[in-house]
């Protein structure tokens, strides 16, 4: 007996799969909610009788609960990074497009190519990102309209209405970030991730909220794994005679680190003796500022996965001549 394959396309209300096992195929279409869940048990039943591997694109929430269902189920689950499924059907030559293709898109890429087990997250997790996600869009809509008062020309009841949002925006988020610490104080796992992180010069209260709800389990990935996962890994172009004069950010990966990591690194490359001689390396070689900062987000970023790894706290001395790795 031979490994079954179910790829899956996830959307809001519905999900596409695709059950491969050597020359065979099955393709169905179930609800997205629980009943359609226990539809796809009974669809799988009558079809498997080996391991099943399912393997589904990374696609926020539409996708959360029907991994942790296939999960309870015994499947090896794996949730991949978007581009490359896209990557992998261009380099198949796939030319169409709809659920039903890219659903066996997927399970074709669960047969061939190499993922990483998903693990589904603590409830202390699930709320801790969702608390995270709130307090980003906060503070997306107090920048929006902080922008909108600037901009002046404005009737007086429209800057009025401008002013009591904003005022209603800054109580949220002082309510939103207080209900984040409680949730990392109930939980002595969270209190002392949060209490290391924030030993590294540059990194406060909130980006360490950001960092302990999407850095994945450190025990599961390298310091170079993690560095892709957050899209910080250079993205180098040559070919023949010519070469790119500039590196640029791959930026495949999560934003919400790349943004979280922004403004910590401005301050570490003032207080963090660790970057501030990265970024006065790179000034002397004649990198340009956005290199420098994106460089420097990296190391932030190498420094946080070395003290969740290591479990001790940022030691300058210590981290000028180790190279973390897992």
């Excluded at 080996?50 to 609960?65: F, I, N």
């Excluded at 991994?67 to 794996?78: D, E, G, K, S, T």
């Excluded at 005679?241 to 003032?270: C, E, H, I």
């Excluded at 001549?321 to 897992?326: E, G, H, L, M, S």
């Amino acid at each position: 007996m031979t490994t079954f394959y179910l790829g899956i396309d996830i959307a809001k209300e519905k999900f596409d799969v695709c059950l491969l096992h050597d020359e065979q195929k099955w393709s169905g279409v179930f609800n997205n909610d629980q009943s359609g869940f226990r539809k796809l048990d009974k669809w799988m039943t009558k079809r498997i009788d080996d391991k099943v591997h399912a393997c589904m694109e990374a696609t926020g929430r539409y996708g959360e609960k029907l991994a942790a269902h296939l999960y309870q189920a015994n499947y090896r689950v794996a949730v991949v990074n978007p581009f490359r499924v896209k990557r992998y059907g261009e380099s198949n030559l796939q030319r169409n497009k709809t659920d039903k293709l890219d659903a066996a898109l997927i399970a074709d890429f669960c047969r061939t190519q190499k993922t990483n087990e998903w693990h589904p997250p603590s409830e202390a997790e699930v709320a801790l990102k969702q608390l995270v996600h709130r307090l980003d869009s906060l503070v997306i809509d107090q920048t929006r309209e902080k922008n909108r008062l600037k901009a002046g020309d404005l009737a007086k009841p429209v800057s009025d209405s401008i002013k009591a949002h904003l005022a209603f925006l800054k109580e949220q988020l002082e309510l939103v970030t207080a209900q984040t610490q409680e949730l990392v104080d109930r939980h002595p796992d969270l209190k002392e991730k949060q209490a290391l992180l924030e030993t590294i010069p540059g990194i406060g209260k909130k980006t360490a909220f950001v960092l302990l709800a999407e850095i994945p389990n450190p025990e599961l990935l390298s310091s170079k794994q993690l560095a892709a996962y957050a899209g910080l890994t250079p993205e180098q172009l040559a070919s023949g005679n010519y070469r790119r004069k500039q590196d640029k950010l791959s930026k495949m990966g999560r934003v919400s680190l790349r943004t979280a990591l922004y403004m910590p690194s401005l301050s570490a490359m003032r207080f963090n003796p660790i970057t501030l001689a990265l970024a006065e390396r790179l000034r002397d070689r004649g990198k340009k500022p956005m290199t420098i900062v994106a460089a420097v987000m990296r190391k932030l970023l190498v420094l946080a996965y070395g003290v969740l790894k290591t479990g001790q706290p940022f030691d300058p001395n210590f981290a000028v001549n180790v190279q973390i790795n897992a």
